[in-house]
């Protein structure tokens, strides 16, 4: 779990970079930097995405009786 909660980390710093060399290159006016930046921004997110949901798809790993009692 470590592991992926230090993927994301590292996605969210790969985001922000883009977004920030996008920015800079827009101010710029430097075209060739502002495709790359938008291609980074959307291959971190859709990983970012894909990472999300296998967290969600794992399987619970502490004992039953430690889970959260569900009351209606």
Request: glycine share 6%; net charge positive.
């Amino acid at each position: 779990m470590f592991k992926k909660a230090a993927l994301n980390l590292m996605y969210n710093f790969g985001m922000g970079g883009s977004i920030i060399v996008g920015y800079l290159a827009i101010e710029r006016k430097s075209f060739l930097l502002i495709f790359p930046a938008i291609a980074a921004l959307i291959f971190f997110l859709m990983q970012k995405i894909k990472l999300m949901k296998e967290i969600k798809s794992m399987k619970d790993p502490r004992p039953a009786a430690t889970q959260k009692i569900k009351t209606k």
